[in-house]
T-cell receptor, first 110, second 113 residues
């Protein structure tokens, strides 16, 4: 069972570079989410998509864009990476049930 | 706004010790409460949940009781194992706010043999 799949697992970028994090789920869930995880701060919601074709800002959207390409896929883009965006990024999905999480993308910005 | 506060870690215990990880919350509505566990290098997995006051969630020997009067959802386990070493997150979902979760900061548990 694949569940929620994130790619890549690791990435190192230079300040100012762009990058798209990919997320796909095979559970036919309507809702998908992007979080970032920083030490001592738990998970903070960046963007979410309640259904195909809709996206909304979460708690910390600045510096990010998202695309809900279809029901399965929800990508997160950093147009001009900054060191403050060094973090672990998690994608999640659900539909009337607790969220299912991917294994994360560890992103370092130098 | 809604918020979740967890005890800071790390919590270090010997195998077979009793575990308590405190969690308190503030919410404008009537939340559902969750504990998630994150093992090293993995994403979060739902451990247990409770959807209304006085409910007790339980799984894998862990328990937590939804206490509305103290706005708490403390996680307990009677006898921890080395394999329980992980980061534990308390979270809430306000039932009129769709499916979005608010997380606490996480508590790292280390169990020594």
């Amino acid at each position: 069972n694949a569940g929620v799949t994130q790619t890549p697992k690791f990435q190192v970028l230079k300040t100012g570079q762009s990058m798209t994090l990919q997320c796909a789920q095979d559970m036919n869930h309507n809702s998908m989410y992007w979080y970032r995880q920083d030490p001592g701060m738990g998970l903070r919601l960046i963007y979410y998509s309640a259904s195909e074709g809709t996206t909304d800002k979460g708690e910390v959207p600045n510096g990010y864009n998202v695309s809900r390409l279809n029901k399965r896929e929800f990508s997160l883009r950093l147009e001009s990476a900054a060191p403050s965006q060094t973090s672990v990024y998690f994608c999640a999905s659900n539909q009337n049930q607790p969220q299912h999480f991917g294994d994360g993308t560890r992103l370092s910005i130098l | 706004g809604d918020s979740v506060t967890q005890m800071e870690g790390p919590v270090t215990l010997s195998e077979e010790a009793f575990l308590t990880i405190n969690c308190t919350y503030t919410a404008t509505g009537y939340p559902s409460l969750f504990w998630y566990v994150q093992y090293p290098g993995e994403g979060l997995q739902l451990l247990l949940k409770a959807t209304k006051a006085d409910d007790k969630g339980s799984n894998k020997g862990f328990e937590a009781t939804y206490r509305k009067e103290t706005t708490s959802f403390h996680l307990e386990k009677g006898s921890v194992q080395v394999s329980d070493s992980a980061v534990y997150f308390c979270a809430l979902r306000v039932n009129n706010a769709g499916n979005m979760l608010t997380f606490g900061g996480g508590t790292r548990l280390m169990v020594k043999p």
